[in-house]
């Protein structure tokens, strides 16, 4: 498995950006795909963003899709999150994950056996 710890969260004003950035330990995490997920106070863990093992392949949700963007660093074994026309909607808890079984980039959970504790992002109006 792979060891996760995210960093970044913070209060940002709306409108505002944040990067978060999920350091990996662990001899499998240039092989395997990372995600985003939020999880807003009584509400369901959501999918927000993924990137294959290379870098290459990204894919987000709808409601995100031109806002954020997820990029990975294989030297520095860290995947991030670009944040950016943060609205009060956004806020959550943002956890990145890590894939097993599959390199390639995926909004399902099923496919992440390794997940970190999170980030608070809060987003005031």
């Known amino acids: 498995q792979v060891q996760l710890v995210e960093s970044g969260g913070g209060l940002v004003q709306a409108g505002g950006s944040l990067r978060l950035s999920c350091a990996a330990s662990?001899?499998?995490?240039?092989?395997?795909?990372m995600g985003w997920f939020r999880q807003a106070p009584g509400k369901e863990r959501e999918f927000v963003a993924a990137?294959?093992?290379?870098?290459?392949?990204?894919y987000y949700a709808d409601s995100v899709k031109g806002r954020f963007t997820i990029s990975r660093d294989n030297a520095k074994n860290t995947v991030y999150l670009q944040m950016n026309s943060l609205t009060p909607e956004d806020t959550a808890v943002y956890s990145c994950?890590?894939?097993?079984?599959?390199?390639?980039?995926?909004?399902?959970?099923?496919?992440?056996?390794?997940w970190g504790q999170g980030t608070q992002v809060t987003v005031s109006s």
């Open positions: 990137i294959n093992w290379s870098g290459v392949d990204t």
């Open positions: 994950a890590a894939t097993s079984g599959t390199s390639g980039a995926t909004s399902s959970p099923r496919w992440y056996n390794s």
């Open positions: 662990g001899r499998t995490f240039s092989s395997s795909a």
